[in-house]
Each structure stands twice: as C-alpha cells, then as structure tokens.
C-alpha cells in the first residue's frame, strides 16, 4: 500500500520558516520524481516544487530562492524547506509522486503565514 504522510506545517509570522516532511511507503522511492503542491479554497492545486531521482530540482517562479526541496533516499522521505514566507504562502501542502499508475497524494499539512 502506497502512503505519504507529511508533517511539519505550523503557524508563522511572515519573514519565517518552516521545513515540511514527507514519509513515503510502498514504493521504490529512490527512482520516483517527488513533488509538492498546495492549495487555498476556492483554487486549483498548484505544483510547487519537484525534484527528480538523481536530485534535479524545480520550482514555481514564486517561491524560488526562498524554498528549497530535496530528498533523503535512505528514509523515503522528502523535504520542502520554506524561507522568507509571506502570506501568500498561507495553503494547504501535499506531496505527490506517481506509482502503479496513479497518482498519489498525503493528507496534506496546513501552512499559516500571518502578517
């Protein structure tokens, strides 16, 4: 069974930071790409950042230079360290990888900026 679990979202003032976590299980995780979106009410998930097997990054014009993703093939898991958060960053994060066919997501984590 395929499962990702992240943690790590939390409330910060804006100029914060925060490091999301991501767990995965039940795939070979060191030769999936591993991505992050998020998501406010009312708007379409949007993809965030993406690292592929060999540690190829990419990112959303908004967010680069303040997050960085990357990953740990020895734990299965993968990261999305985020600095300089405004609130526009206020979502709800999910990671994401595709296995077997399908597409797979976590609960997600919630991400609260104030201002």
């Known amino acids: 069974q395929v499962q990702l679990v992240e943690s790590g979202g939390g409330l910060v003032q804006a100029g914060g930071s925060l490091r999301l976590s991501c767990a995965v299980s039940?795939?070979?995780?060191?030769?999936?790409?591993m991505r992050w979106y998020r998501q406010t009410p009312g708007k379409d998930r949007e993809e965030v950042a993406r690292?592929?097997?060999?540690?190829?990054?990419n990112y959303v014009d908004s967010v680069k230079g303040r997050f960085t993703i990357s990953r740990d093939n020895a734990e299965s898991t993968v990261y999305l360290a985020m600095n300089r958060l405004k609130p526009e960053d206020t979502a709800v994060y999910y990671c994401?990888?595709?296995?077997?066919?399908?597409?797979?997501w976590g609960q997600g984590t919630q991400v609260s900026v104030s201002s």
């Open positions: 994401n990888t595709v296995a077997f066919g399908s597409m797979w």
């Open positions: 039940g795939i070979n995780f060191s030769e999936k790409f």
């Open positions: 690292i592929t097997s060999y540690g190829s990054t």
